[in-house]
């Protein structure tokens, strides 16, 4: 497939981080066309043959439309997928991709960190730091550390908090979610994710890209993680599983074990490698051209 007829469709991705990922950045580092918050198939050019949609702003029968031009891949990102008018979906994890093998075929491609030039923090930082949305806080206390929240950031402003961060604090407030459309009980119903129907939280986590953890690794931050499916299968060894309560111990091991860091560290580095955005661009053009 010739990458010029290819063209990523999003939504806004001041608003959704997934669509500066998996739509802006992957598109940029391709050479490929970007349409965003586009709402008709109309307002997409004739001249595409692939559309690799990452939280489009279609409205609803746009989607067929499109199919009938070309080939649709749909990412699956924090909701459930259209079961119709998909050729291939992609998945963030393995476990995601395996949840939903039954809708089609899936193809496993991480999420990129956000450090493009690979250059890790220096080794004295020492500072905790909570990165993430504002309802995913949790009431962390017995030790200072700073929070952040990503609502309205800049993937510059993202990158700098992470340039700030010696100790990654992954860590997530369990919350009841409030079901939308798109997680209706009969949405859910259709196919094998039944058991979360009444614990939408679970389910949240199961579609989780583990993207906290992944930038933690190319900066090489040590971090303490709530134990979730997605940061098993991206670097179980990278990072150290806590409850909320707990983790003020695994902080004062890290700011004052140095070797201990250090250890950690040259681990987050190394698993790093695969989730350079070089890396995981090469699967992309390879299901690409596969088409």
């Not at 989607?63 to 963030?92: E, M, T």
């Amino acid at each position: 497939m010739d990458l010029r007829k290819v063209v990523f469709v999003g939504g806004n991705p001041r608003t959704h981080p997934s669509v500066q990922i998996r739509c802006v950045d992957v598109a940029g580092r391709l050479g490929c066309d970007l349409s965003l918050c586009a709402k008709f198939a109309s307002h997409i050019p004739d001249r595409y043959a692939v559309f690799v949609c990452v939280k489009p702003q279609l409205e609803p029968g746009q989607l067929s439309q499109l199919a009938c031009r070309g080939v649709v891949l749909w990412d699956i990102v924090d909701v459930l997928p259209p079961r119709k008018n998909i050729s291939v979906y992609l998945a963030s994890t393995e476990l995601a991709g395996h949840l939903f093998e039954d809708y089609g075929p899936v193809e496993v491609i991480p999420h990129h960190h956000c450090n493009f030039s690979g250059e890790p923090n220096p080794k004295e930082l020492r500072k905790p730091i909570w990165l993430g949305s504002r309802p995913w806080l949790p009431r962390i206390r017995g030790f200072d550390f700073e929070a952040h929240f990503v609502e309205r950031m800049t993937q510059e402003d993202v990158i700098g908090v992470f340039r700030q961060t010696g100790i990654g604090l992954n860590l997530r407030a369990r919350r009841k979610i409030i079901p939308t459309k798109e997680f209706s009980g009969k949405a859910l119903s259709e196919q094998r994710l039944r058991r979360w129907e009444d614990d939408l939280f679970d389910f949240h986590l199961a579609l989780n890209s583990g993207i906290k953890l992944i930038n933690c690794l190319g900066f090489g931050i040590p971090s303490i993680s709530t134990d979730e499916p997605a940061y098993r299968e991206i670097g179980e060894e990278c990072t150290l599983f806590s409850s909320v309560r707990s983790c003020g111990k695994w902080i004062r091991k890290l700011q004052s074990e140095k070797d201990f860091y250090l250890e950690m560290r040259r681990r987050c580095l190394e698993r790093a490698r695969i989730f350079h955005i070089d890396n995981i661009v090469e699967k992309y053009k390879m299901l690409l051209k596969s088409l």
